[in-house]
């Protein structure tokens, strides 16, 4: 037999409990909003309801009696916490009840032991047990009168600035509901509490899944656990409590999951902002997701102490998004050590500055575990999920351990390093053996994919299947910003000095010390050349905590005072330095003026700069050089239509630098030419259909295979 009040679902197990306030929770709403809830409730018969309330049985009764839109419960949690009725029976459990009140002086000596306080007003027409209910006005709350509760060896609550409980010591709705969850076996998982007012807050304290709805009084918002289990709902009352019903049972399951370590928008100044620019990760798939035949979810994480702001329209985001809670001390041990100090350095084929902070390893496993077990909460039955870069390399393995049925594919934006960099990794072996768990495996160029295939070819069983898919810039939106900009901003020919232009952010693999010190060069050995260039880098900092680029900023900003103190003449300095972000329209304009456009990547996944380069001198007939790293992914795209230089060259970077300098208008205009018709990457959205369509195909050819996947097509047998 099943124990009275035991929720059990479809299949047998235990489904879930709803333990919800009354007053501000269940009662708030509109009567819309009631009425849904309640038959919600009545059509699921596997979710056991309790009443976790400051009233007394009469009142509850008497409500039952009168108000039709109210739930039947199964159990009522009374007397904020110091009574317990089978609802069923209405009858007082009074074993758990004497646990409850056990040390209770009874209301006689509290009343008298409080009598010297003269604003406290007992409740008189309210019944209560075992516990006593006052009024209290909050300018008469005062750690003198909770001294004299604490003398009575007696717990106490204050709420919504006027209802002033004293309780048993052992009292408190989330006591009482402790006690009944332990009685009847259920699991903490299934659990849902919900409420309004701080009498609620020992409910939020028992580590169940939550929801504070959103007229609940600021005092419980602020000191609700900071947890990825409570929901902070930006409905009031029903609505509240519903939603968190369905985040608890049944959430919004999609075809398709995009997981990134980050969402499209951006929380800022109390409202979402979207990105700058038209191009990038973030952008590329919110053109993926804008596609309502898709009807994808993007999972990422929000990060802060803050609860999770309400999501952002699908039309504002490019399709609905599910954000993930994240600590900022665990984001800190997860994003700005691990991936920034452990695996950016091996991605950037950089082993000698990989370093391990042991203790932050923990943290990159437990947001990887948690961005599983969010995705699969997101997926349908044989869903796509569709991952993205180093940020997530572990979800492969406790996705697949949890949900055998998903196609999972995961692209890499960035490098990916040859073997014997990657084997670098302290943690290399768990690594890989989460990445031979992928069903695909995606890359901008063949290089990296041949990395990928060669540290799994050892691997045992079946393997993942790759694909080489370049991903481009959306080049109309581009060109028609393009054209605005330099219809606005004529271009003048009178100014001699020609401009070189970087725009990337500040990091080591970008080279940016690497091009100071080539330019110093240039000037010693070809002195002409002072007052007739300037050098421009546009350098925006990473996030605050990232402490990996703290020695590439100091040696940069020590190399530009150098050579402009040493260059430098009054109303001429060979570099000048933009340490901060400029919105996408901006940078355009530091295209059209530039005359060089300078990319010297040690390492680099694409570089969507470069395309944007070209794409704005091509759409104004703009004459301009591109000088262009040879370990830039989009350089095997472009081939030697750019002029390709090596940034681990001191000489060759000097040498093509001056190069670039040296062609005529002519042959600048030439140059564009050829390379915006070798410029055939698919823009974000077709791109973004292309490796859906290919993660989803691996499903049906998932079988090991190995052989000639470098010449039978975009997408191959790993």
Known sequence: MTPRGEPRGERGGIARVLAADLDGTLLAGSRHERRLLSEALSEDPDTVVVFATGRGLPSVRALLREDPLLPPPQWIIAD?????????????????????????????????????????????????????????APEYFCDELIRAVQALSCSWSYASSRYFDVLPPNGGKGRALELLARKLAWPRSGVLVAG?????????????????????????????PASTLIHHSALDGAAGVLEGLERLGRP????????????????????????????????????????????????????????VPPPPPPAAAGGMLSLLPMPPGRWAGYFHRTCKETLWPALMSQPDLIRHPRAHWSDYQAVNTAFARHIASLAEHGATVWLHDYNLWLVPAVLKADRPDLTIGLFHHTPFPHPDVFGRIPQADQLRDSLARLDWAGFHTPDCADHFHRLLTPSAGAAPRIGVHPLGIDRRAVTTLARARA???????????????????????????????ALDTLLTETPALRHKIRYRLICPPPEPGIHAYDTTRTALETAITRINRRWGTTGWQPVEYIPHKLDFAHIVDHYLAADVFWVTSLADGMNLTAQEYITVHHATRRPGVLVLSRHAGVAQHLGDTALLTDPLD?????????????????????????????????????????????IRASADTHTGARESWRTSGSTHPA
């Open 80 to 136: 904020v916490g110091s009574s317990v009725i089978d609802a069923t029976r209405m009858t007082h459990d009074r074993a758990l009840e004497a646990e409850l009140r056990a040390g209770w002086p009874g209301a006689g000596p509290v009343r008298a032991a409080l009598a010297t306080f003269p604003h406290l007003l007992y409740q008189e027409h309210v019944p209560q047990e075992g516990r006593c209910s006052f009024y209290l």
């Open 196 to 224: 309004d007012s701080l009498n609620d807050l020992s409910l939020f304290r028992l580590g169940t899944p939550g929801v504070v709805v959103a007229n609940a009084e600021p005092a419980l918002r602020a000191q609700a």
């Open 252 to 307: 919004a399951r999609h075809p398709v999951v995009v997981g990134y370590h980050r969402p499209p928008v951006r929380w800022l100044d109390g409202q979402w902002q979207p990105p700058s620019s038209p191009n990038g990760v973030l952008p590329t798939l919110q053109a993926a997701l804008a596609d309502p035949d898709l009807n994808a979810v993007w999972a990422a994480a929000h990060v802060g102490e803050a609860p």
């Open 650 to 694: 001191p000489h060759d970077l000097v040498d093509t630098l001056r190069t670039a300098l040296t062609l005529t208008r002519q042959e600048r205009a030439a140059h564009i030419s050829r390379l915006a018709g070798s410029l055939n990457t698919p823009e974000p959205a077709a791109w973004a259909r292309m490796v859906i369509t290919a």
């Open 487 to 517: 219809a606005a901003r004529p271009h003048h020919r009178n100014d001699p000095t020609q401009l070189i232009l970087s725009v990337e952010r500040l990091d080591y693999a970008k080279a940016p010390v690497h091009k100071i010190h």
